[in-house]
């Protein structure tokens, strides 16, 4: 979140009150201050400088939210792993048991062939 004023408003707004300053400078060179037009301009300064400060005291408010696509990639690539994860286990533990399947056979395997060497000798 950032708070920032508006600068081009501001700027244009005291150019405005610049140019209304001149112009009452200029109507005093030529009228006194209870003239129409001279207090015309006054009454516009101080509308421009009301203008100025309610402008000074509301900044504007900039908030960016979005997405971080740094966290979503992570919690992509943690979702496939852990999907991954789960099969690596499910196929270990097929396999496993293919293993222990084939350690029985050979056993088995073994105690025949001594039983046959056995009996050839005998």
Same mark, same amino acid.
């Given at each position: 979140?950032?708070?920032?004023?508006?600068?081009?408003?501001?700027?244009?707004?005291?150019?405005?009150?610049?140019?209304?300053?001149?112009?009452?400078?200029?109507?005093?060179?030529?009228?006194?201050?209870?003239?129409?037009?001279?207090?015309? *301009?006054?009454?516009?300064?101080?509308?421009?400088? =009301?203008?100025? @400060? $309610?402008?000074? !005291?509301?900044?504007? %408010?900039? #908030?960016?939210?979005?997405?971080?696509?740094?966290?979503?990639?992570?919690?992509?690539?943690?979702?496939? *792993?852990?999907?991954?994860?789960?099969?690596?286990? =499910?196929?270990? @533990? $097929?396999?496993? !048991?293919?293993?222990? %399947?084939? #350690?029985?056979?050979?056993?088995?395997?073994?105690?025949?062939?001594?039983?046959?060497?056995?009996?050839?000798?005998?």
């Amino acid at each position: 979140m950032r708070q920032q004023d508006d600068a081009q408003v501001l700027q244009g707004l005291k150019n405005t009150l610049m140019s209304l300053e001149l112009k009452r400078t200029e109507l005093l060179t030529k009228y006194q201050p209870t003239y129409p037009l001279v207090q015309e *301009a006054d009454k516009q300064i101080a509308d421009t400088r =009301a203008s100025i @400060a $309610a402008e000074e !005291a509301k900044p504007l %408010k900039e #908030e960016t939210t979005d997405r971080n696509p740094t966290f979503a990639w992570i919690n992509e690539e943690l979702a496939k *792993a852990k999907a991954e994860y789960s099969g690596l286990q =499910a196929r270990s @533990a $097929a396999q496993q !048991a293919i293993v222990e %399947k084939y #350690e029985v056979e050979a056993r088995d395997l073994e105690k025949k062939g001594l039983m046959e060497q056995d009996l050839l000798r005998t």
